[in-house]
């Protein structure tokens, strides 16, 4: 699968909850179950206001031609040895000069994750969540745990699968004695949203998923389940350390 269309599938959870990106959700849907990666699709992505910069941000620091290059989208959703090569300033200068966060928090908020950069913050949608997006909402449901909990990539394994039903376990989000962690393993029925895709169409029991807004985006391998575990982990730890 491509970058662009791997790209879309992470993004259309939340767009079809007009939390992110234009108000194209069907357009986007279609270019999925169609399979077809085009300029169109290309265009709609790149109106993400988040998540593109960012991709941006990851294929120039790492001298990559295409934001949507494979790897590129891996990185930022999943985690890969990308983020490893960018330097603090330059993730600082582009949260600031591209991002505009310094307009978006307020003083003490951009203060804290200054803070984060600092001691290690990476360009990972993780680190967005936890850092950037919870304190930057301006509905008060944005500040939730639930809330934060889908906006996270979480890895998920299949249970069993019954017609467009796909039963998985994951760990979701907790806030306990003032920290954030993952919890234990939940049951969750979810269906399955986009049902072209060979891979999502395959599942059997025992196979690892990545889940985002309650949309199953891939199978993924073990590799990457480990690595967006780091990952997240990383950026829940540093999140900790200003609660």
């Not at 849907?29 to 910069?53: Q, W």
Request: one cysteine or more; glycine letters at 6%.
């Amino acid at each position: 699968m491509d970058g662009l269309l791997r790209c879309s599938r992470y993004a259309f959870g939340p767009n079809r909850l007009y939390y992110c990106g234009p108000d194209q959700n069907r357009e986007i849907f279609s270019h999925i179950v169609e399979n077809e990666g085009d300029l169109g699709l290309v265009e709609l992505l790149t109106k993400f206001e988040t998540m593109y910069p960012y991709l941006r941000h990851i294929a120039l620091a790492n001298k990559i031609r295409e934001p949507l290059d494979e790897k590129v989208v891996e990185a930022y959703w999943i985690g890969n040895k990308l983020l490893d090569n960018i330097p603090k300033q330059k993730f600082y200068s582009y949260l600031v000069d591209d991002l505009r966060i310094k307009d978006k928090l307020d003083t003490k908020s951009f203060e804290l994750v200054k803070s984060k950069i600092g001691t290690g913050a990476l360009p990972h949608h993780s680190f967005h969540v936890l850092d950037i997006w919870r304190r930057s909402g301006k509905e008060e449901r944005i500040h939730s745990i639930s809330n934060m909990s889908e906006c996270l990539v979480r890895v998920g394994e299949v249970i069993s699968v019954s017609g467009p039903f796909i039963t998985i376990k994951s760990e979701p989000l907790v806030y306990e004695n003032g920290k954030l962690s993952f919890g234990p393993m939940e049951k969750t029925q979810l269906l399955r949203e986009l049902e072209s895709d060979y891979d999502i169409e395959q599942l059997k029991a025992g196979d690892l998923v990545s889940i985002h807004w309650s949309v199953i985006c891939e199978k993924i391998t073990k590799r990457q389940a480990e690595n967006l575990k780091k990952y997240t982990n990383w950026h829940i730890k540093l999140a900790n350390e200003t609660l």
